[in-house]
């Protein structure tokens, strides 16, 4: 035990006691003892007596004086002489050190900071010398390509090869979002006649909103009314040498528009040659002594009908500008057009085919036919088959007829930004039924059977797949491209309002055999035809749907771009309405009429049959023609002029109306003009000159 007997308790002051075993130092054993302040350590051995008392330790503090100088801790131990453990002298105060900044200069090159302790002299500890300047970092972004298959950055290190970081590749498309909650109701709106009065001076239109104030759209101020125009007959005389038109506007002296005087006869025509193999010469051509054949018909602008260079075909040939050819026999002949650049305005090429072979008449580069025949009949007599014979099912067409997408059963589907010239397969192999497209051709659709509807938003180079899988056979598209429609066989009617993002369910009372659908431009009138029921159509962009027109075995529908035309088919007839649907006339074409089509005005219209040719119009159904190519068709498409069409079939060529080349397919004839710009007028046609 330690502890201090009388005084202060010395501070700064640790003790250690552990046990002594009894040898060397303690014969009895004892206990060691460390006693330690400051630096200052001492020891000493505390013995066990044989059987005496434990001794009693005592440290006290020393004061400075004879047994420690400055003091320190005298440890008594029993009655032995005590033990001190003295302090030492103090140490020297300690001197100061004081640092600053030094200039670039002697000491220092690069500056650096100095060092004084006391009075000493300065020590410098100087800078280095300043490292070399860094090379730059130009950061840029690359686009998809070489570098980068999706795109990144660059890095650039000074004139250094850059380093690539390069976006990941696209994850896969998440799943559609749950649809979202209906929205609120509309409130009702009701027009009704407002009679001239207080709320309309002339009378105009009453609008209800729900149970808000009506609002009045008034008919405007009466115009005046306008002068009678008399138009009559002219005979010859002072007014008009040669007769022509009276033109009588109001109470005004009357106006005149007179006939032309008649052109000059033109000089005889060149001698008719020897028939071939003893047939007659055509339209009273001499036989074989050569003698002068007809007159020759009015030269055109002057030009002589002699001035033609002619020669019998005996094999394929390139034409001279103002030469004729005659062939006869069997064979099959190609007449190449001159190139435009040795070509004068009026120069003519004609063609004469007495025999029962076909004579093609090839352009050039950039050069494309004018007709002299009326429109309808045209868009009927020349066509163009293009692509492969496929398995084709459903085709459609940008309102300027430029860009058409086309769908193979158990194929592709097919682009073309080119009108049907060249074609670009798209998407991957399925039983693709039908597509659609936007007016300019950007945005369009796709329904597999048991698949799913797929969209794309640039003219088909990507596609995403939408909607559930569902035997969809039909689509119809807004002008836009942001409302859609589509049908399922034994199923429902779907619409879209987010260009395909989701789909809302409609007529779910029960299912029914869809054959096909149709929109107008806005998508807010729409039509659907049902095999063994009714026309249905669609006011409110699908929510309500009424059946109009009789019960028939529904096949096709069409419809103007405003919603007021349509033409529909059945198995046997066609159908017009000119009235919004409210009430349809039979027309008295029969046929198997497979799919329809319209023109943006619901003026011009087209059938296919599905084993025939097509049956077209262009006063909105009142009278037809029947032409085309002879197929097994399944769907066409109009652009908005009704002047450009697109057919396609089973295991049948894409065929675009228009021809590259003409034909003059047994007994016939033509004669182009060159009218400038690579164009030549085709005219003077009889019997069967077609396209390719």
Known sequence: MLSSCGGDEPADLTATITAEEAGEHCANGGQFIEIARNASIATAYICDGADGASPVVVALEEPAGEHCEYGGVALQVGADAP?????????????????GAVAAGDECTYGGTSIRVGEGSKTYVCNGT????????????????????????????GEGAPTYVCNGAPGADGQDGADGQDGAD???????????????????????????????????????????????????????????VKLQVGADSPSYVCNGADGAQGPAGPAGQDGADGQNGADGQDGADGADGQDGADGQDGQDADALTWSQLSSDTTAQPNSGFIASGTSDWTIDLPDSSVLNYGDTIRVINNGTGRVSVAPGTGQSFEFASNSL???????????????????????????????????KIYTSSDSGATWIPRESSRNWEAVASSKNGQK???????????????????????????SWNSLASSADGTRLVATVWNGKIYTSNNSGGSWTERMSDTDRQWRQVASSGSGKKLA????????????????????????????????SADGTR????????????????????????????????????GTKLVAVEKSGRLLASNDAGETWILGGPVGRWRAIASSASGDDLVVVGDSEQIHTNGADRLVANGVSSLELTYIGDGAFWVDRVSGLVEGP
């Open 83 to 99: 033990v001190y453990l003295c302090e030492g002298a103090d140490g020297a105060a300690g001197q100061a050190v004081a640092l």
């Open 130 to 157: 300043p490292g070399s300047n860094g090379d730059s970092v130009v950061v840029a972004a690359v686009p998809a390509g070489a570098a980068c298959a999706g795109g990144g950055v660059s890095l650039q290190v």
């Open 186 to 244: 509309g409130q009702s709106v009701t027009a009704t006649p407002e009679a001239a009065g207080a709320n309309c001076t002339y009378g105009g239109v009453k609008l209800q909103v729900g149970g808000g104030t009506p609002t009045f759209v008034c008919n405007g101020t009466p115009g005046q009314d306008g002068q009678s125009v008399t138009i009559s007959a002219e005979p010859s005389g002072a007014n008009c040498g040669g007769g022509g």
């Open 377 to 411: 009949e045209r868009a009927m007599t020349y066509w163009t088959p293009r692509d492969s014979s496929r398995q084709w099912t459903s085709v459609a067409s940008s309102a300027d007829g430029t860009k058409l997408v086309a769908a193979e059963f158990g194929g």
């Open 444 to 470: 369009l659709a796709a329904a597999s059977d048991g698949g799913y509807i797929y969209t794309s938003y640039d003219a088909g180079v990507n596609w995403t797949w939408r909607a559930t899988q569902r």
């Open 528 to 559: 659907a035809v049902e095999q063994n029921g009714s026309i249905y159509i669609s006011v409110d962009s699908g929510e309500t749907w009424n059946p109009y027109g009789p019960t028939r075995s529904w096949q096709a529908v069409a419809m």
């Open 566 to 601: 349509f033409l529909a088919s059945d198995t046997s007839r066609l159908y017009t309405s000119t009235d919004s649907g409210e009430y349809w006339v039979e027309g008295a074409e029969y046929g198997l009429w497979r799919a329809v089509a319209s023109s943006a005005d």
